[in-house]
């Protein structure tokens, strides 16, 4: 979209009611993926052309990862998702809309030779040397994720804060204790999807020379469980993922595991109108992903469902790598599936969590948020997130509580336990 600053106000109302991203003069994002405000700290352009769609606007406040805008009554949805490159958050709240960081340490200020806010690269070698330096203070990590501005960590109840450093390469160190940890939305482990919530299960698999992709619904076998005092069949629903090989050549297709019985059978789209398309043979300790072969003859292909901006769908090409230069902070990203269609989001934060199975590896993670913050709806759960590029970032696992956002596993473990991307298609 071209500049909305330079256009005529009647525009500017429509492009800020009916598009997705706001494109101004100047980005509210620099190269490195770090929250900017505008030139001088000059907010009075931006709240004046967003005052013209949105009248009843009170505030606007930049507290990255989010631009925040409060407004006496919110208006109708969709909102626009972006301004400038930072994600917005819209808010009826005098003072929420912030992302809970935590409270700050009040430790020295550790790994001082690596300034994360003046061009040092985040990567895993600067993961590890944060774990290190905890290690060296005794004190337990759940999850680690490194913010713009901070770092968010998750500790022990109990520890004091005098113990853990009060900043780490450059940046604020913010901590929350265990029994505060942001968890599970359980609404991503729902056996049924929403009343009034209309999704895709139509049934790809049927036909001779049936295609499927990334994106449809899997779901699970049926049990018996009691709703109101009546017994009734229900399931897991989920979404498919993506085609991967091992190192000898063999296609799987991910799924996540917590979204099927211990059978392994995967059902599509449910038990009731569809049938088994596959089943379960290898699941990746901690990382909530399983590896699944389909039945003999069905095909799979790496290319996600077309939208009406783009037909064809897109490409999954590659794996990333999940760190700067291949993923900064607020680069765009969109996920296609069953139960909420196409929808865009960013990242906001990378990290790593404590492998609560063995407690001993941590897993990656990114996380994100998506457009209008009331998604991902249940089911999402697997959905490959891809980048501009078409290069899985991650998988989807969990929405969290309240409207944080929602963690998705990183590409790269698929990596770490030996399996590529599939280009294209593959007949099992």
């Not at 993922?241 to 789209?269: E, R, S």
């Amino acid at each position: 979209m071209a500049n909305t600053l330079r256009k005529s106000k009647p525009d500017q109302v429509r492009d800020i009611s009916t598009s997705k991203r706001i494109e101004i003069s100047y980005p509210l994002v620099d190269d490195e993926g770090n929250a900017l405000g505008p030139p001088s700290g000059d907010w009075t352009e931006i709240v004046a052309l967003l005052k013209r769609a949105y009248p009843t606007i009170n505030a606007l406040e930049m507290s990255a990862p989010f631009v925040i805008i409060r407004m006496a009554k919110l208006p109708p949805t969709p909102w626009p998702f972006t301004i400038g490159g930072l994600p917005l958050r819209f808010t009826e709240t005098e003072h929420g809309g912030h992302l809970n960081a935590g409270i700050l340490g009040r430790g020295t200020h550790e790994l001082n030779s690596i300034n994360l806010r003046r061009g040092d690269v985040l990567s895993d070698h600067v993961f590890q040397q944060a774990l290190a330096v905890m290690q060296t203070r005794d004190v337990k990590v759940f999850q680690i994720f490194c913010f713009d501005n901070y770092w968010s960590i998750v500790i022990p109840d109990g520890t004091d804060l005098r113990r853990v450093p009060r900043g780490l390469a450059g940046q604020s160190c913010c901590y929350k204790y265990e029994s505060e940890m942001v968890n599970l939305e359980p609404a991503a482990f729902r056996a049924k999807v929403s009343r009034g919530i209309a999704f895709d299960d139509s049934d790809y698999a049927t036909g001779s020379d049936a295609l499927l992709r990334p994106g449809i619904m899997v779901t699970s076998s049926p049990w018996i469980a009691s709703e109101n005092g009546e017994p009734r069949e229900i399931y897991k629903q989920t979404t498919s993922g993506i085609l991967v090989v091992d190192d000898q050549g063999q296609p799987f297709v991910t799924v996540a595991t917590h979204g099927f019985q211990t059978d392994g059978l995967i059902f599509h789209p449910n038990p009731i109108s569809g049938s088994i398309i596959g089943k379960i043979v290898r699941s990746l300790p901690g990382t909530d992903i399983s590896l699944a072969k389909l039945n003999t003859g069905l095909r799979y292909y790496n290319q996600t469902f077309g939208i009406e901006a783009n037909p064809e769908g897109v490409e999954i090409i590659d794996l990333s790598p999940g760190y700067p230069p291949h993923l900064r902070r607020y680069d765009i990203l969109n996920m296609n599936n069953p139960y909420m269609g196409y929808s865009e989001g960013t990242v906001i934060g990378v990290g790593l969590k404590l492998d609560t199975e063995g407690e001993i590896n941590y897993i990656r993670h990114t996380w994100t948020v998506f457009e209008n913050g009331s998604g991902p709806l249940d089911g999402s759960c697997g959905s490959p997130i891809l980048d501009q590029q078409g290069s899985v970032i991650g998988l989807f696992r969990v929405k969290i509580r309240g409207d944080e956002g929602c963690l998705a596993v990183s590409a790269s473990e698929l990596r770490r336990f030996g399996y590529e991307i599939c280009n294209g298609e593959r007949r099992f």
